[in-house]
């Protein structure tokens, strides 16, 4: 049974870090690219990065490049998604998601079929 878990949103003042982490479970193979996506509330929800977990490449949003970082540990089946410089706009919940096959560019992340329940993230100015 395929699981994904995302734990470590909270509370933060803008400038301020958090690191958001996706447990997996049920994956025993390395072609699929997990991926991070965000929600604020009145907004339809956007890719913010993904990694391929068989070669650990990864992607970014433009929005937060050089802000977040995405990385995993495989000997963990974790995924991580560290955020500094954190903004009030990058308020929302924040998902992991799976897919079995390579990753894309953030603005063409589709069809992912594996999905966690979420992780609220929220920044105030």
């Not at 391929?52 to 974790?78: E, L, M, P």
């Amino acid at each position: 049974q395929v699981q994904l878990v995302e734990s470590g949103g909270g509370s933060v003042q803008a400038g301020g870090s958090l690191r958001l982490s996706c447990a997996l479970s049920g994956f025993l193979y390395s072609s699929t690219c997990i991926g991070w996506f965000r929600q604020a509330p009145g907004k339809e929800r956007e890719g913010v990065a993904n990694i391929y977990r068989g070669g650990g490449s990864t992607y970014y949003a433009d929005s937060v490049k050089g802000r977040f970082t995405i990385s995993q540990d495989n000997a963990k089946f974790t995924v991580y998604l560290q955020m500094n410089s954190l903004k009030p706009e990058d308020t929302g919940i924040y998902f992991c998601a799976a897919i079995g096959r390579g990753c894309t560019r953030v603005d063409q992340m589709r069809g992912f079929n594996y999905w966690g329940q979420g992780t609220q993230v929220t920044v105030s100015s």
